[in-house]
């Protein structure tokens, strides 16, 4: 998830939780407040009606044919001592000329005359229609909180933005910038010292990465080819001495061997050598190029140069797949593929290769078990059985040039064949 989605979320769930807060406590304020003067005034009449009964004076009406009347009766002095000396609550009133119940506020209250004699005074006074209440701060809440809601969420969004404007900035510098190429230099300036801090570190460390990066070609570059030469020399002194009649069946084999080494540490250094500058991102020049046609052109150097093991090849061709890439690179990817189903082949099997314009895969026959796919395409990986003059390498070169140029490389053992397919 985006910075910017994930503090908004974040945000958002907090103001929800603030505003229902707030509301809650606004509404048992209104209430409180309304009940606070709905009880004075309740007060205030029932001390009224006490103070005349006491005196003995005329009460007036109990019912004015409203919900704002009054109860008086005698009660015994169990009841009484049971009681609280006053209550208040809320009830629906049923008003008889009316018909039709309406809301009440209730004082009930205990008093005692000169006489020792205990009263009950129950006072009905009318108060607001609660739920109609409710509802009407509900929807005015609401329509509060909604317009509260969206309006410190558009400023938050206005403000995250301009303030993190430096950041995503230079995220989108470091995202464009490739080591290996001139890259522009990072424009964004900034008043904001942590911002201003990051990139200086930033152009800081990139800087010592290009470095680096400089320093690490130019000395794979130089080892490779002060390794290649002895190597040539090694084998070019070997092959003169295998022409020399006077050499014994033994000395000749044991030349021989060390031939094969030479030539294995030969080709181990140029694939090795390959590899880095992959990873490197050396191979910068790119065109548009068709698999199919790179195919075509190796694929029968390779049927010739393995024919003696009878080796079946079938080619697929339901579409061309094209890609922008480095022509080198498409050779090396095209090339070990099919190497690989060759020399990991057994004799008299099989090769089926097929193209589509997403993907295009490989599948031969050769050992009867599946490699490990976590590590297929690890350096140096062969498997149980290792081939002879095998480098382990060739997969995992492939894998690199996939990597390079954002392909899926896939493999799985299905129906006895090893499958290797690349799509986008």
């Known amino acids: 998830m985006k910075l910017f989605y994930r503090v908004l979320m974040h945000l958002l769930v907090g103001i929800v939780v603030i505003l229902i807060g707030w509301a809650v406590v606004f509404y048992m304020g209104i209430m409180e407040e309304i009940n606070d003067e709905v009880d004075d005034s309740l007060e205030d ?4 009606i006490i103070t005349r009964s006491l005196a003995g004076k005329e009460l007036p009406a109990h019912d004015s044919g409203s919900n704002n009347q009054y109860y008086l009766r005698e009660v015994e002095s169990s009841y009484a001592l049971s009681r609280n000396a006053i209550s208040y609550r809320d009830s629906m009133v049923y008003i008889s000329e009316k018909k039709e119940t309406e809301p009440a506020r209730i004082l009930t209250t205990i008093f005692k005359d000169k006489e020792g004699k205990f009263y009950e005074v129950a006072v009905y006074t009318p108060t607001i229609e609660k739920k109609d209440l409710k509802e009407a701060i509900f929807q005015l809440l609401v329509g509060l909180f909604i317009s509260l809601l969206v309006a410190i969420l558009l400023i938050n969004v206005w403000v995250f933005r301009r303030s ?3 950041f995503y900035r230079l995220l989108d510098w470091l995202d464009k910038s490739r080591l290996g190429k001139q890259n522009p230099p990072l424009d964004n300036p900034t008043h904001t010292t942590e911002f201003r801090r990051l990139n200086e570190a930033v152009v800081r460390y990139a800087t010592h990465s290009e470095e680096v990066f400089e320093q690490q070609k130019q000395f794979i570059g130089n080892a490779s080819h002060e390794l290649q030469t002895p190597l040539a020399i090694c084998q070019n002194r070997l092959e003169m001495l295998m022409e020399d009649e006077n050499l014994s069946e033994s000395q000749m084999e044991e030349i021989l061997k060390t031939y094969q080494t030479l030539e294995y540490v030969s080709k181990l250094n140029k694939s090795l050598l390959l590899l880095s500058k992959i990873d490197n991102s050396q191979f910068v020049e790119t065109s548009e190029i068709c698999i199919n046609e790179v195919l075509h052109r190796y694929l029968e150097d390779y049927q010739e140069v393995y024919d003696y093991r009878s080796i079946q090849l079938t080619l697929e061709e ?49 050992g009867d078990e599946a490699l490990d796919e976590k590590r297929i395409f690890e ?37 006895n064949r090893h499958c290797f397919e690349i799509y986008r």
């Open 45 to 48: 009449y029932t001390e009224m």
């Open 164 to 166: 993190m404007k430096p």
């Open 318 to 366: 339901k579409g061309e797949f094209r890609i922008g890439m480095n022509g080198t690179l498409a050779v090396v990817l095209v090339t070990n593929l099919l190497k690989n189903a060759f020399v990991h082949n057994v004799d008299k099997g099989i090769i089926r290769i097929e193209i589509t314009p997403e993907s295009f895969c490989f599948q031969n026959t050769g």
């Open 379 to 415: 350096r140096f990986y062969q498997g149980a059985k290792k081939k002879e003059g095998s480098t382990g390498l060739g997969l995992a070169i492939v894998h690199a040039v996939c990597r390079q140029y954002h392909l899926n490389i896939s493999y799985r053992f299905l129906d």
